[in-house]
């Protein structure tokens, strides 16, 4: 029999309609077509222009302005200039760069330790041991502030009666110079060395078991192993992690201006608190938009010279 069963017959009256609705689609203006994409994107790149590009060029304009309000003025270079001239952006970029240069080799140096020894085969529990080096990255920088500074208090804080109870001498964590970058120091470190021992721990799960093994069975020692296999498979997470952590610092804020306020004698202000007092304790929106992008150029700089050291060789 030649004709068509009751039950094929919906399904073939289905592929017509589906083939007509095909063909009509594609007779549509092409215009529409090629609009669709930018129409589903317009939302996002409206919301990017609004909040992101146009605050940018904004800035980089304003850093061209003296004067604040309606009585802004053209100045040219003079931001610029004067920055070269202004020893309280030089003492808080020194600040921000001595911060960085102890924090960041010190905070990834104990990352990767911690991380190696969650990875190994003797640890148990490892996902518990995760879900708690990695805490301290979910509390909000206000209440870390909030919570070292009472911890580091001179008189009745908790590290200096540690300090006193085993026989060594307390500490003026929060009114010495040198002690209150410390403190930012040991704020950060605390606060992220296991959100970048995470990192390095997925990093640590993808290199192959069979590299270790081979290794052992040459005679490789456990330093050997870890100098010659984990660190350059690590290479990629370790420029991740360095970069990453270098423009956080030197964008660092929230924890000084919580712990010590830019204090004691401006000892602890970064740029980035520099920039605030600027612009919104001064309102001199012109000369903070000129450090803002001091500071870019800087980022910038630094980026390109880790990617430079630390990046691929053959690329």
């Known amino acids: ?55 940018i060029v904004d800035s980089l304009l304003l850093s061209f302005t003296t004067g604040s309000g309606t009585a802004t003025r053209a100045a040219g270079l003079a931001n610029y200039r004067r920055l070269l001239d202004d020893p309280l952006f030089w003492t808080a970029l020194r600040n921000t760069g001595e911060i960085l240069v102890v924090q960041v080799p010190l905070m990834l140096g104990l990352a990767l330790l911690m991380a190696v020894g969650i990875n190994s085969a003797l640890v148990r529990w490892r996902a518990v041991w995760r879900l708690g080096v990695f805490m ?7 209440a870390t502030g909030v919570m070292f500074a009472f911890l580091l208090r001179t008189d009745d804080g908790a590290v200096n009666r540690l300090l006193d109870a085993v026989g060594l001498p307390t500490v003026d964590w929060l009114g010495q110079p040198f002690w209150a970058r410390m403190s930012v120091v040991l704020v950060l470190t ?42 350059p498979a690590l290479r990629p997470v370790l420029l991740f992690t360095v970069v990453l952590s270098t423009i956080g610092t030197l964008q660092l804020f929230d924890e000084p201006y919580v712990l010590t306020g830019g204090g004691p004698d401006n000892a602890s202000l970064t740029v980035s608190m520099y920039l605030y007092q600027n612009g919104f304790r001064y309102f001199d929106f012109g000369y903070a938009s000129a450090i803002a992008y ?22």
Do not use: C
């Open 190 to 231: 605390w606060h992220y060395t296991g959100y970048n021992a995470v990192i390095y721990l997925a990093g640590l799960q993808s290199i192959p078991r069979e590299l270790y093994e081979a290794a052992m069975v040459d005679g490789a020692g456990p330093i050997r192993r870890f100098a010659s296999i984990t660190v």
């Open 1 to 55: 029999m030649t004709a068509a069963t009751p039950s094929a017959a919906p399904a073939e009256e289905l592929a017509k309609s589906l083939t007509k609705e095909v063909v009509r689609s594609r007779r549509s203006p092409r215009w529409r077509r090629a609009a669709l994409p930018y129409l589903l994107l317009a939302p996002a790149l409206l919301t990017f222009g609004v909040f992101k590009a146009y605050p």
């Open 136 to 142: 301290p990255a979910v509390t909000g920088l206000v």
């Open 294 to 315: 001091a500071l870019t150029l800087l980022v910038s700089v630094l980026g390109a010279v880790q990617m430079r050291l630390m990046g691929d060789k053959d690329t």
